[in-house]
């Protein structure tokens, strides 16, 4: 990777990158399980208004040479909390998503962190498995951008 990548907190200016981002049809697929009408931008300027203003939440906007390309977080209960990421298509394959996960878990020192994909995305399951997660559980879930119940896999980050 021959890129800069790095974390910050979340602008305002960054929603806009991220509600493009989310409405990328192969990038939907992929990811699976999104938000039930991705297009509904008062729905989705909502789950960020909440996102940022909780305190459980750590959220980070990914930058590649200084631009926006995609989003992080670690969100949820004490003991059961999970990782997320999402790059732009246009970065798929160049070690982005793995170098910025990397830099959340220096941040996020606190441990048993979880993360689930869609069995079928290699990518992130590339991503988590060099990142130190390890597959622990299979499930079957109902993917919203899919409209149909698909295998998922659950990774852990143990301590």
Not at 26 to 44: G, I
């Amino acid at each position: 990777m021959d890129m800069d990548v790095e974390l910050r907190e979340v602008h305002d200016s960054d929603l806009p990158v991220f509600y493009r981002q989310l409405n990328d049809p192969e990038a939907l697929h992929m990811a699976a399980f999104t938000p039930k009408d991705p297009a509904d931008r008062d729905a989705f300027d909502a789950h960020w208004k909440r996102t940022r203003s909780s305190p459980d939440v750590v959220l980070r906007t990914i930058l590649a040479d200084g631009d926006v390309v995609g989003h992080s977080a670690v969100y949820g209960e004490p003991g059961e909390r999970e990782v997320t990421y999402w790059v732009d298509r246009a970065y798929w394959g160049q070690g982005i998503a793995t170098a910025a996960l990397r830099r959340l878990l220096t941040e996020v020192p606190e441990r048993p962190l979880y993360a689930r994909a869609a069995a079928d995305n290699e990518g992130s399951r590339r991503v988590l498995e060099k990142c130190g997660f390890r597959v622990t559980a299979e499930e079957r879930g109902f993917a919203q951008a899919r409209g149909e119940e698909i295998d998922e896999v659950v990774l852990t980050l143990e301590g």
